[in-house]
């Protein structure tokens, strides 16, 4: 089969076609996943659990809001990440991950600095 799907051309305009494969990382077993998240210029962060996604979040405030100009909106989503924050410490946890918390914000000291951010 493989013979003739090359003499039909099958094969003819296969990307890298001529030039040696990548083999770089294969001995770690996620390295498919790896390099298709670099290729399709995916957010890698959605594959960390999820306390550390929390913190990632906490500590992109408040630019993350910079382009928020209702102070109403901004409040909503604060309050929701407490709130998110504190439904994570609720999850039953086991192993390492266990000792990883995330903490909730001030809400209104965040507010201020969203202010003085946005001028």
């Keep these: 089969m ?3 799907a090359t003499e039909r051309g099958d094969f003819d ?3 890298g076609l001529g030039k040696p494969l ?3 990382g294969l001995d770690d077993p996620d390295w498919w996943a ?3 998240i670099r290729e399709e210029e995916l957010d890698s ?3 960390l659990p999820p306390t550390l996604q929390l913190r990632k979040e906490r500590d992109a405030f408040p630019e993350s ?3 928020i100009a209702d102070e109403q909106a901004v409040r909503t989503i ?3 990440f407490n709130r998110r924050v504190r439904q994570d410490r609720l999850r039953p946890s086991m192993g390492p991950q266990s000792h990883v ?3 909730t914000i001030d809400v209104g000291e965040m507010l201020a600095r969203w202010r003085d951010l946005r001028g």
């Design 2 to 4: 493989i013979r003739e």
């Design 13 to 15: 305009d296969l990307p």
């Design 22 to 24: 990548n083999l770089a």
């Design 34 to 36: 790896k390099q298709k």
């Design 45 to 47: 962060s959605v594959l």
């Design 65 to 67: 809001l910079r382009g």
């Design 78 to 80: 604060l309050e929701d």
């Design 101 to 103: 918390i995330a903490r």
